[in-house]
């Protein structure tokens, strides 16, 4: 046990230190640097799960930086004084996510960069990202979830942009950086506020604070905005299919990791620290209308796609609608305590695995394409089941899963948000099932386009570390899909519980008392 | 550039690392810290950099970025340092180590010795600041040229 207090800030903390050394360790080897990249990578993900195993059996975990002892009590006079980590079940979820998302990415790209495409610059920034949507998710602190939101936006737009020899990429990154400085910024200023109104910036105490005044209120929309602008949702979806299409597909799957971790930022801000001063039902309904129009606007859009690379971006960014529209039913559903509301927040957190997970697999197949061809041109492709047999297969299995057809775990998460968004409003849930409808259309079409038919071209196979990387995340897709009752229950139905009724246990175990 | 801007940049080039350097080391009695002094020596690079042409600075790029690296696995690892107690404990402030003096009750004129691992990271994000403020000057003038990526 004294080991495990201190895995929250470790799995933040070692991924940092992995990614300041990279650079060091390939001046001397580049076998080193792999060896290290594996060793840091297998310790984080190691950390976090330990993590999520001491949230899951024994409550909220803080960890107090700086102090005597990790546990010493952060409050002294009244007053909260130090940097804390408070890990909570949704935090430890998100935590579990980022590793998944991350362990796959690194895997990946083993086999997938090039020596002479820096790699290594490639393998230091990927290790960053991951030590930022780590922090973000399990920081107590809200100036620590706005540094971490900026190590992930820096280190997001710099994998983005880093292939300058191409001009696409450079683009991409630039749109990505504006989007993420203006959301940002949103998200600085409103800190501002909270901090000057009440002199703090810990997340527990601000709770307890809160008194909803017309600046909290200006402090929430802003947060709202911002956190919404970093997770790519409508409107402010624009720089998505950029940057989603136009990364290296080892750092895309990072990405949309790291917009759930800016959802996760969302989720705590709205369900812990104004909760008690905000009208639910109208935030709520607020959440669940955007997560609709996201759905709505980034399927019709994908219909459009010529490019798999930006067919699956929108893809991707009606997926975040799904989260939207459940948790926002969820919040809606707040007040009044309903059922529904609760099977609501699972199935929209739910979906957030199960969309890492989806996404991420269509995302590391669509590389192979991109590695295998030379181009992600839908008109230019076909006959890739030929040669690429695993990847199809995969791509396939990614396909039925976004779809939503059972028995895979798409199908588990959007059945509890079709059911509990149906209580709120049908016209919410028909808009759910519609854009599902609509996305099996637009990805089977992909599917056929890019890997049935006759064989037109030579396809360079994928290596053994892609196929291992799709080989992790189709796994566990296809267990939630077998047992989604085990995941509901043990893993999504504790971090759901987490937000719905557990801001108390969260400010009792940070302030004390 | 002019033999004139030159010779100024000559003399006054010492003096601004100087302070720069004054800043760092004094970051924990003073206004400033690691920051604001590396980028206050930073633009002693800048005035080099513009003074005497971009042209014959690209080969301290490299050496440069490994600096840079060098500063921020510093700091990282002496946030390790207090792992024994918790991450980022200033394990050396009244060691009687390296600035591990202890701060006398009351007023005092800033005793440099004290801090713990304060001043050290101080150091540390002085020289990453240095290193990576002075990277992008260089590629800032470099750019365009074989060598900007």
């Known amino acids: ?513 | 550039m002019t033999v004139v801007v030159r010779t100024v940049a000559r003399i006054i080039a010492p003096m601004i690392l100087a302070f720069g350097g004054y800043v760092i080391m004094h970051g924990h009695l003073t206004p400033g810290g690691g920051f604001q002094g590396g980028a206050v020596a930073a633009s002693a690079l800048a005035l080099l950099a513009i003074s005497f042409g971009f042209g014959r600075w690209k080969g301290i790029k490299a050496p440069l970025s490994f600096l840079e690296d060098l500063g921020a696995l510093a700091f990282v690892a002496l946030g390790f340092l207090g792992i024994g107690y918790t991450f980022f404990r200033n394990v050396l402030a009244a060691s009687g180590g390296l600035f591990g003096a202890p701060v006398p009750p009351g007023p005092n004129p800033g005793l440099l010795e004290t801090g713990g691992t304060l001043p050290l990271m101080n150091w540390a994000v002085g020289l990453k600041v240095i290193a990576g403020l002075g990277s992008v000057v260089l590629l800032l003038g470099l750019f365009g040229g074989e060598d900007d990526r």
Not at chain 1, 82 to 96: K, N, Q, T
Not at chain 1, 316 to 337: C, E, N, P
């Open chain 1, 1 to 513: 046990m004294t080991f495990g207090v201190h895995a929250p800030i470790l799995a933040i903390a070692v991924p940092l230190l992995g990614a300041f050394a990279l650079p060091v360790f390939t001046k001397l080897h580049r076998s080193l640097r792999d060896i290290w990249a594996a060793a840091v990578g297998a310790f984080t993900c190691a950390m976090v799960i330990t993590v999520a195993v001491q949230v899951f059996t024994s409550g909220v975990q803080v960890y107090t930086l700086g102090a005597a002892s990790p546990t010493a009590s952060v409050v002294q006079g009244g007053f909260p004084i130090r940097i804390v980590l408070a890990v909570d079940g949704m935090s430890a979820f998100m935590g579990l996510i980022s590793a998944l998302v991350g362990l796959a990415s690194l895997v990946y790209s083993f086999g997938f960069l090039k020596e002479e495409q820096g790699k290594t610059l490639a393998m230091t920034l990927f290790f960053l990202l991951w030590a930022g949507m780590l922090g973000m998710e399990y920081t107590g602190d809200m100036f620590n979830f706005f540094v971490f939101l900026e190590v992930t936006s820096i280190a997001a737009c710099s994998l983005v942009g880093y292939r300058t020899w191409e001009s696409a990429p450079v683009e991409a990154a630039f749109k990505t950086m504006a989007m993420y400085t203006v959301g940002g910024l949103l998200v600085l200023l409103s800190i501002g506020i909270l901090y000057g109104e009440y002199g703090a910036l810990n997340i527990a105490y601000l709770s307890s604070k809160v008194v909803g005044s017309q600046l909290d209120k200006i402090a929430l929309g802003l947060l709202l905005g911002g956190l919404l602008m970093k997770a790519g949702a409508v409107p402010a979806h624009m720089w998505a299919p950029d940057a989603y299409g136009e990364a290296p597909a080892q750092a895309a799957i990072v990405l949309v990791a790291n917009t759930q971790a800016s959802l996760y930022g969302l989720w705590r801000v709205l369900f812990t620290l104004f909760v008690g001063v905000l009208s639910a039902p109208a935030v709520g309904w607020l959440v669940a209308s955007l997560g609709a129009l996201t759905i709505l606007v980034a399927v019709l859009a994908a219909v459009t796609q010529r490019d798999l690379g930006r067919l699956i971006a929108y893809g991707a960014v009606s997926q975040i609608g799904y989260m939207l529209l459940g948790v926002g039913v969820g919040l809606a559903a707040l007040s009044s305590r309903q059922d529904w509301g609760l099977v609501a927040m699972k199935g929209g957190i739910f979906h957030m695995l199960n969309d890492a997970a989806t996404v991420g697999l269509l995302m590391l197949a669509a590389g192979v394409v991109r590695r295998a061809t030379g181009t992600k041109d839908l008109a230019s492709l076909g006959g890739l089941g030929h040669d690429l047999k695993w990847t199809s297969g995969f791509f396939l299995l990614g396909v039925l899963a976004l779809a939503g057809i059972p028995p895979l775990n798409g199908f588990a998460s959007k059945f509890l948000i079709y059911e509990s968004s149906f209580r709120l409003s049908p016209i919410l849930a028909a808009i759910a099932v519609l854009g599902s409808i609509l996305l099996l259309a637009v990805f089977a079409r992909a599917f056929q386009g890019a890997f049935l038919g006759p064989r037109l071209r030579e396809a360079r196979p994928a290596s053994p570390a892609m196929l291992a990387a799709m080989g992790i995340l189709a796994a566990v897709i296809l267990a939630m899909g077998l047992a989604p009752g085990f995941f509901v229950e043990h893993l999504v139905g504790p971090a759901a519980e987490a937000l719905w009724r557990g801001r108390d246990l969260y400010l009792a175990a940070v302030l004390g008392g």
